[in-house]
């Protein structure tokens, strides 16, 4: 047989061989946590749906930021969508003392976290924390948090007793975040000015036209209370499962994705997944990115297996 006529026939079996699996059979169900925050709720949703069009299944558990790491820690975690730094930083040194995490990437950008005004009221010129005081009046003295016994209530509570801001006589009121965001709709419609609590992603941010305050650096944070989200592996899991790590390191969002899947399912009832499938058939070209160099779980090529699962 010469060379020529070997090399056709050593690739004639080739092709006509199964297509080898790209990660271990332990990896068939990723296994990943949600604090029951409908913004994870979101990007666990979209992860779910593309994995289970590349043969693979997530096993999601809600557990409480808290629990979700030590069950990373314990290995009973695979991944997590979740790690708003730098508020979990604690966690995060905790978890490396262990050697229990490894960062697969950031997922979110511009996330953030402090107090807002409808964009009306920032025309007037109420535009940073210092602006308050000289409106108290026309604002009741009121800051509209979330509920009793948030820790970004007790932190407004904690600015108040300061006296920074000449705040001092003013109040937070505490109420559900749909509380909350009912008495900025009432105050919208017949344009009164209220301040309160406001974050990103959210899809109050397309819901309502509103304006972040500056200056509340020293309480929330720098640049809005602004954070990073991260995605978080259990260490060896990328080696045990380095095409399933590919996906996630892949899988980044912006504000704009979550807005509009927070939107879905918190406005128009929608299950997650629905949502997930709904926004990604709207958004086909998303799929380029997050599934790059991402195979099924049986080796075969995996944006073309997504699209075929979701009749793209």
């Known amino acids: 047989m010469t060379y020529r006529r070997f090399g056709l026939a050593v690739a004639a079996i080739l092709?006509?061989?199964?297509?080898?699996?790209?990660?271990?059979?332990?990896?068939?169900?990723?296994?990943?946590?949600?604090?029951?925050w409908?913004?994870?709720?979101?990007?666990?949703?979209?992860?779910?749906?593309?994995?289970?069009?590349?043969?693979?299944?997530t096993d999601i558990q809600t557990l409480s930021v808290l629990v979700g790491y030590q069950s990373m820690k314990n290995k009973d975690i695979d991944v997590f969508l979740?790690?708003?730094?730098?508020?979990?930083?604690?966690?995060?040194?905790?978890?490396?003392?262990?050697?229990?995490?490894?960062?697969?990437?950031?997922?979110l950008t511009g996330a953030k976290f402090t107090l807002a005004v409808p964009s009306y009221v920032a025309e007037k010129g109420i535009k940073d924390f210092k602006d308050l005081a000289k409106h108290a009046d026309s604002f009741g003295s009121q800051?509209?948090?979330?509920?009793?016994?948030?820790?970004?209530?007790?932190?407004?509570?904690?600015?108040?007793?300061?006296?920074?801001?000449?705040?001092?006589?003013?109040?937070?009121?505490?109420?559900?975040?749909?509380?909350?965001l009912s008495q900025v709709a009432r105050a919208e419609a017949a344009k009164q000015d209220i301040v309160f609590l406001a974050w990103a992603p959210h899809p109050m941010n397309t819901k309502f036209d509103i304006t972040y305050l500056s200056g509340g650096d020293e309480y929330f944070g720098a640049n809005f209370g602004g954070a990073d989200v991260y995605t978080l592996a259990r260490t060896g899991w990328s080696g045990e499962c380095p095409n399933a790590a590919t996906f996630f390191k892949n899988l980044k969002f912006t504000l704009d994705i979550e807005n509009a899947m927070m939107g879905k399912i918190m406005d128009d009832s929608m299950a997650p997944n629905d949502a997930a499938k709904d926004w990604i058939k709207a958004n086909p070209t998303a799929l380029d990115a997050w599934l790059k160099d991402v195979t099924t779980f049986d080796g075969q090529p995996g944006l073309a297996a997504v699209k075929t699962s979701l009749g793209l």
């Open 38 to 57: 409908t913004d994870i709720t979101s990007t666990n949703a979209i992860a779910t749906v593309l994995l289970e069009g590349l043969g693979y299944s």
């Open 82 to 107: 979740g790690n708003w730094m730098p508020a979990q930083q604690k966690f995060i040194d905790e978890l490396n003392a262990s050697n229990a995490a490894e960062v697969l990437g950031q997922n």
């Open 143 to 180: 800051i509209y948090g979330i509920e009793p016994g948030a820790p970004a209530n007790e932190n407004m509570q904690k600015m108040i007793d300061s006296g920074d801001f000449d705040l001092s006589k003013w109040s937070v009121v505490e109420s559900s975040e749909a509380g909350m």
């Open 15 to 36: 092709l006509s061989a199964p297509a080898m699996a790209a990660d271990a059979e332990s990896c068939k169900t990723i296994r990943m946590s949600d604090p029951g």
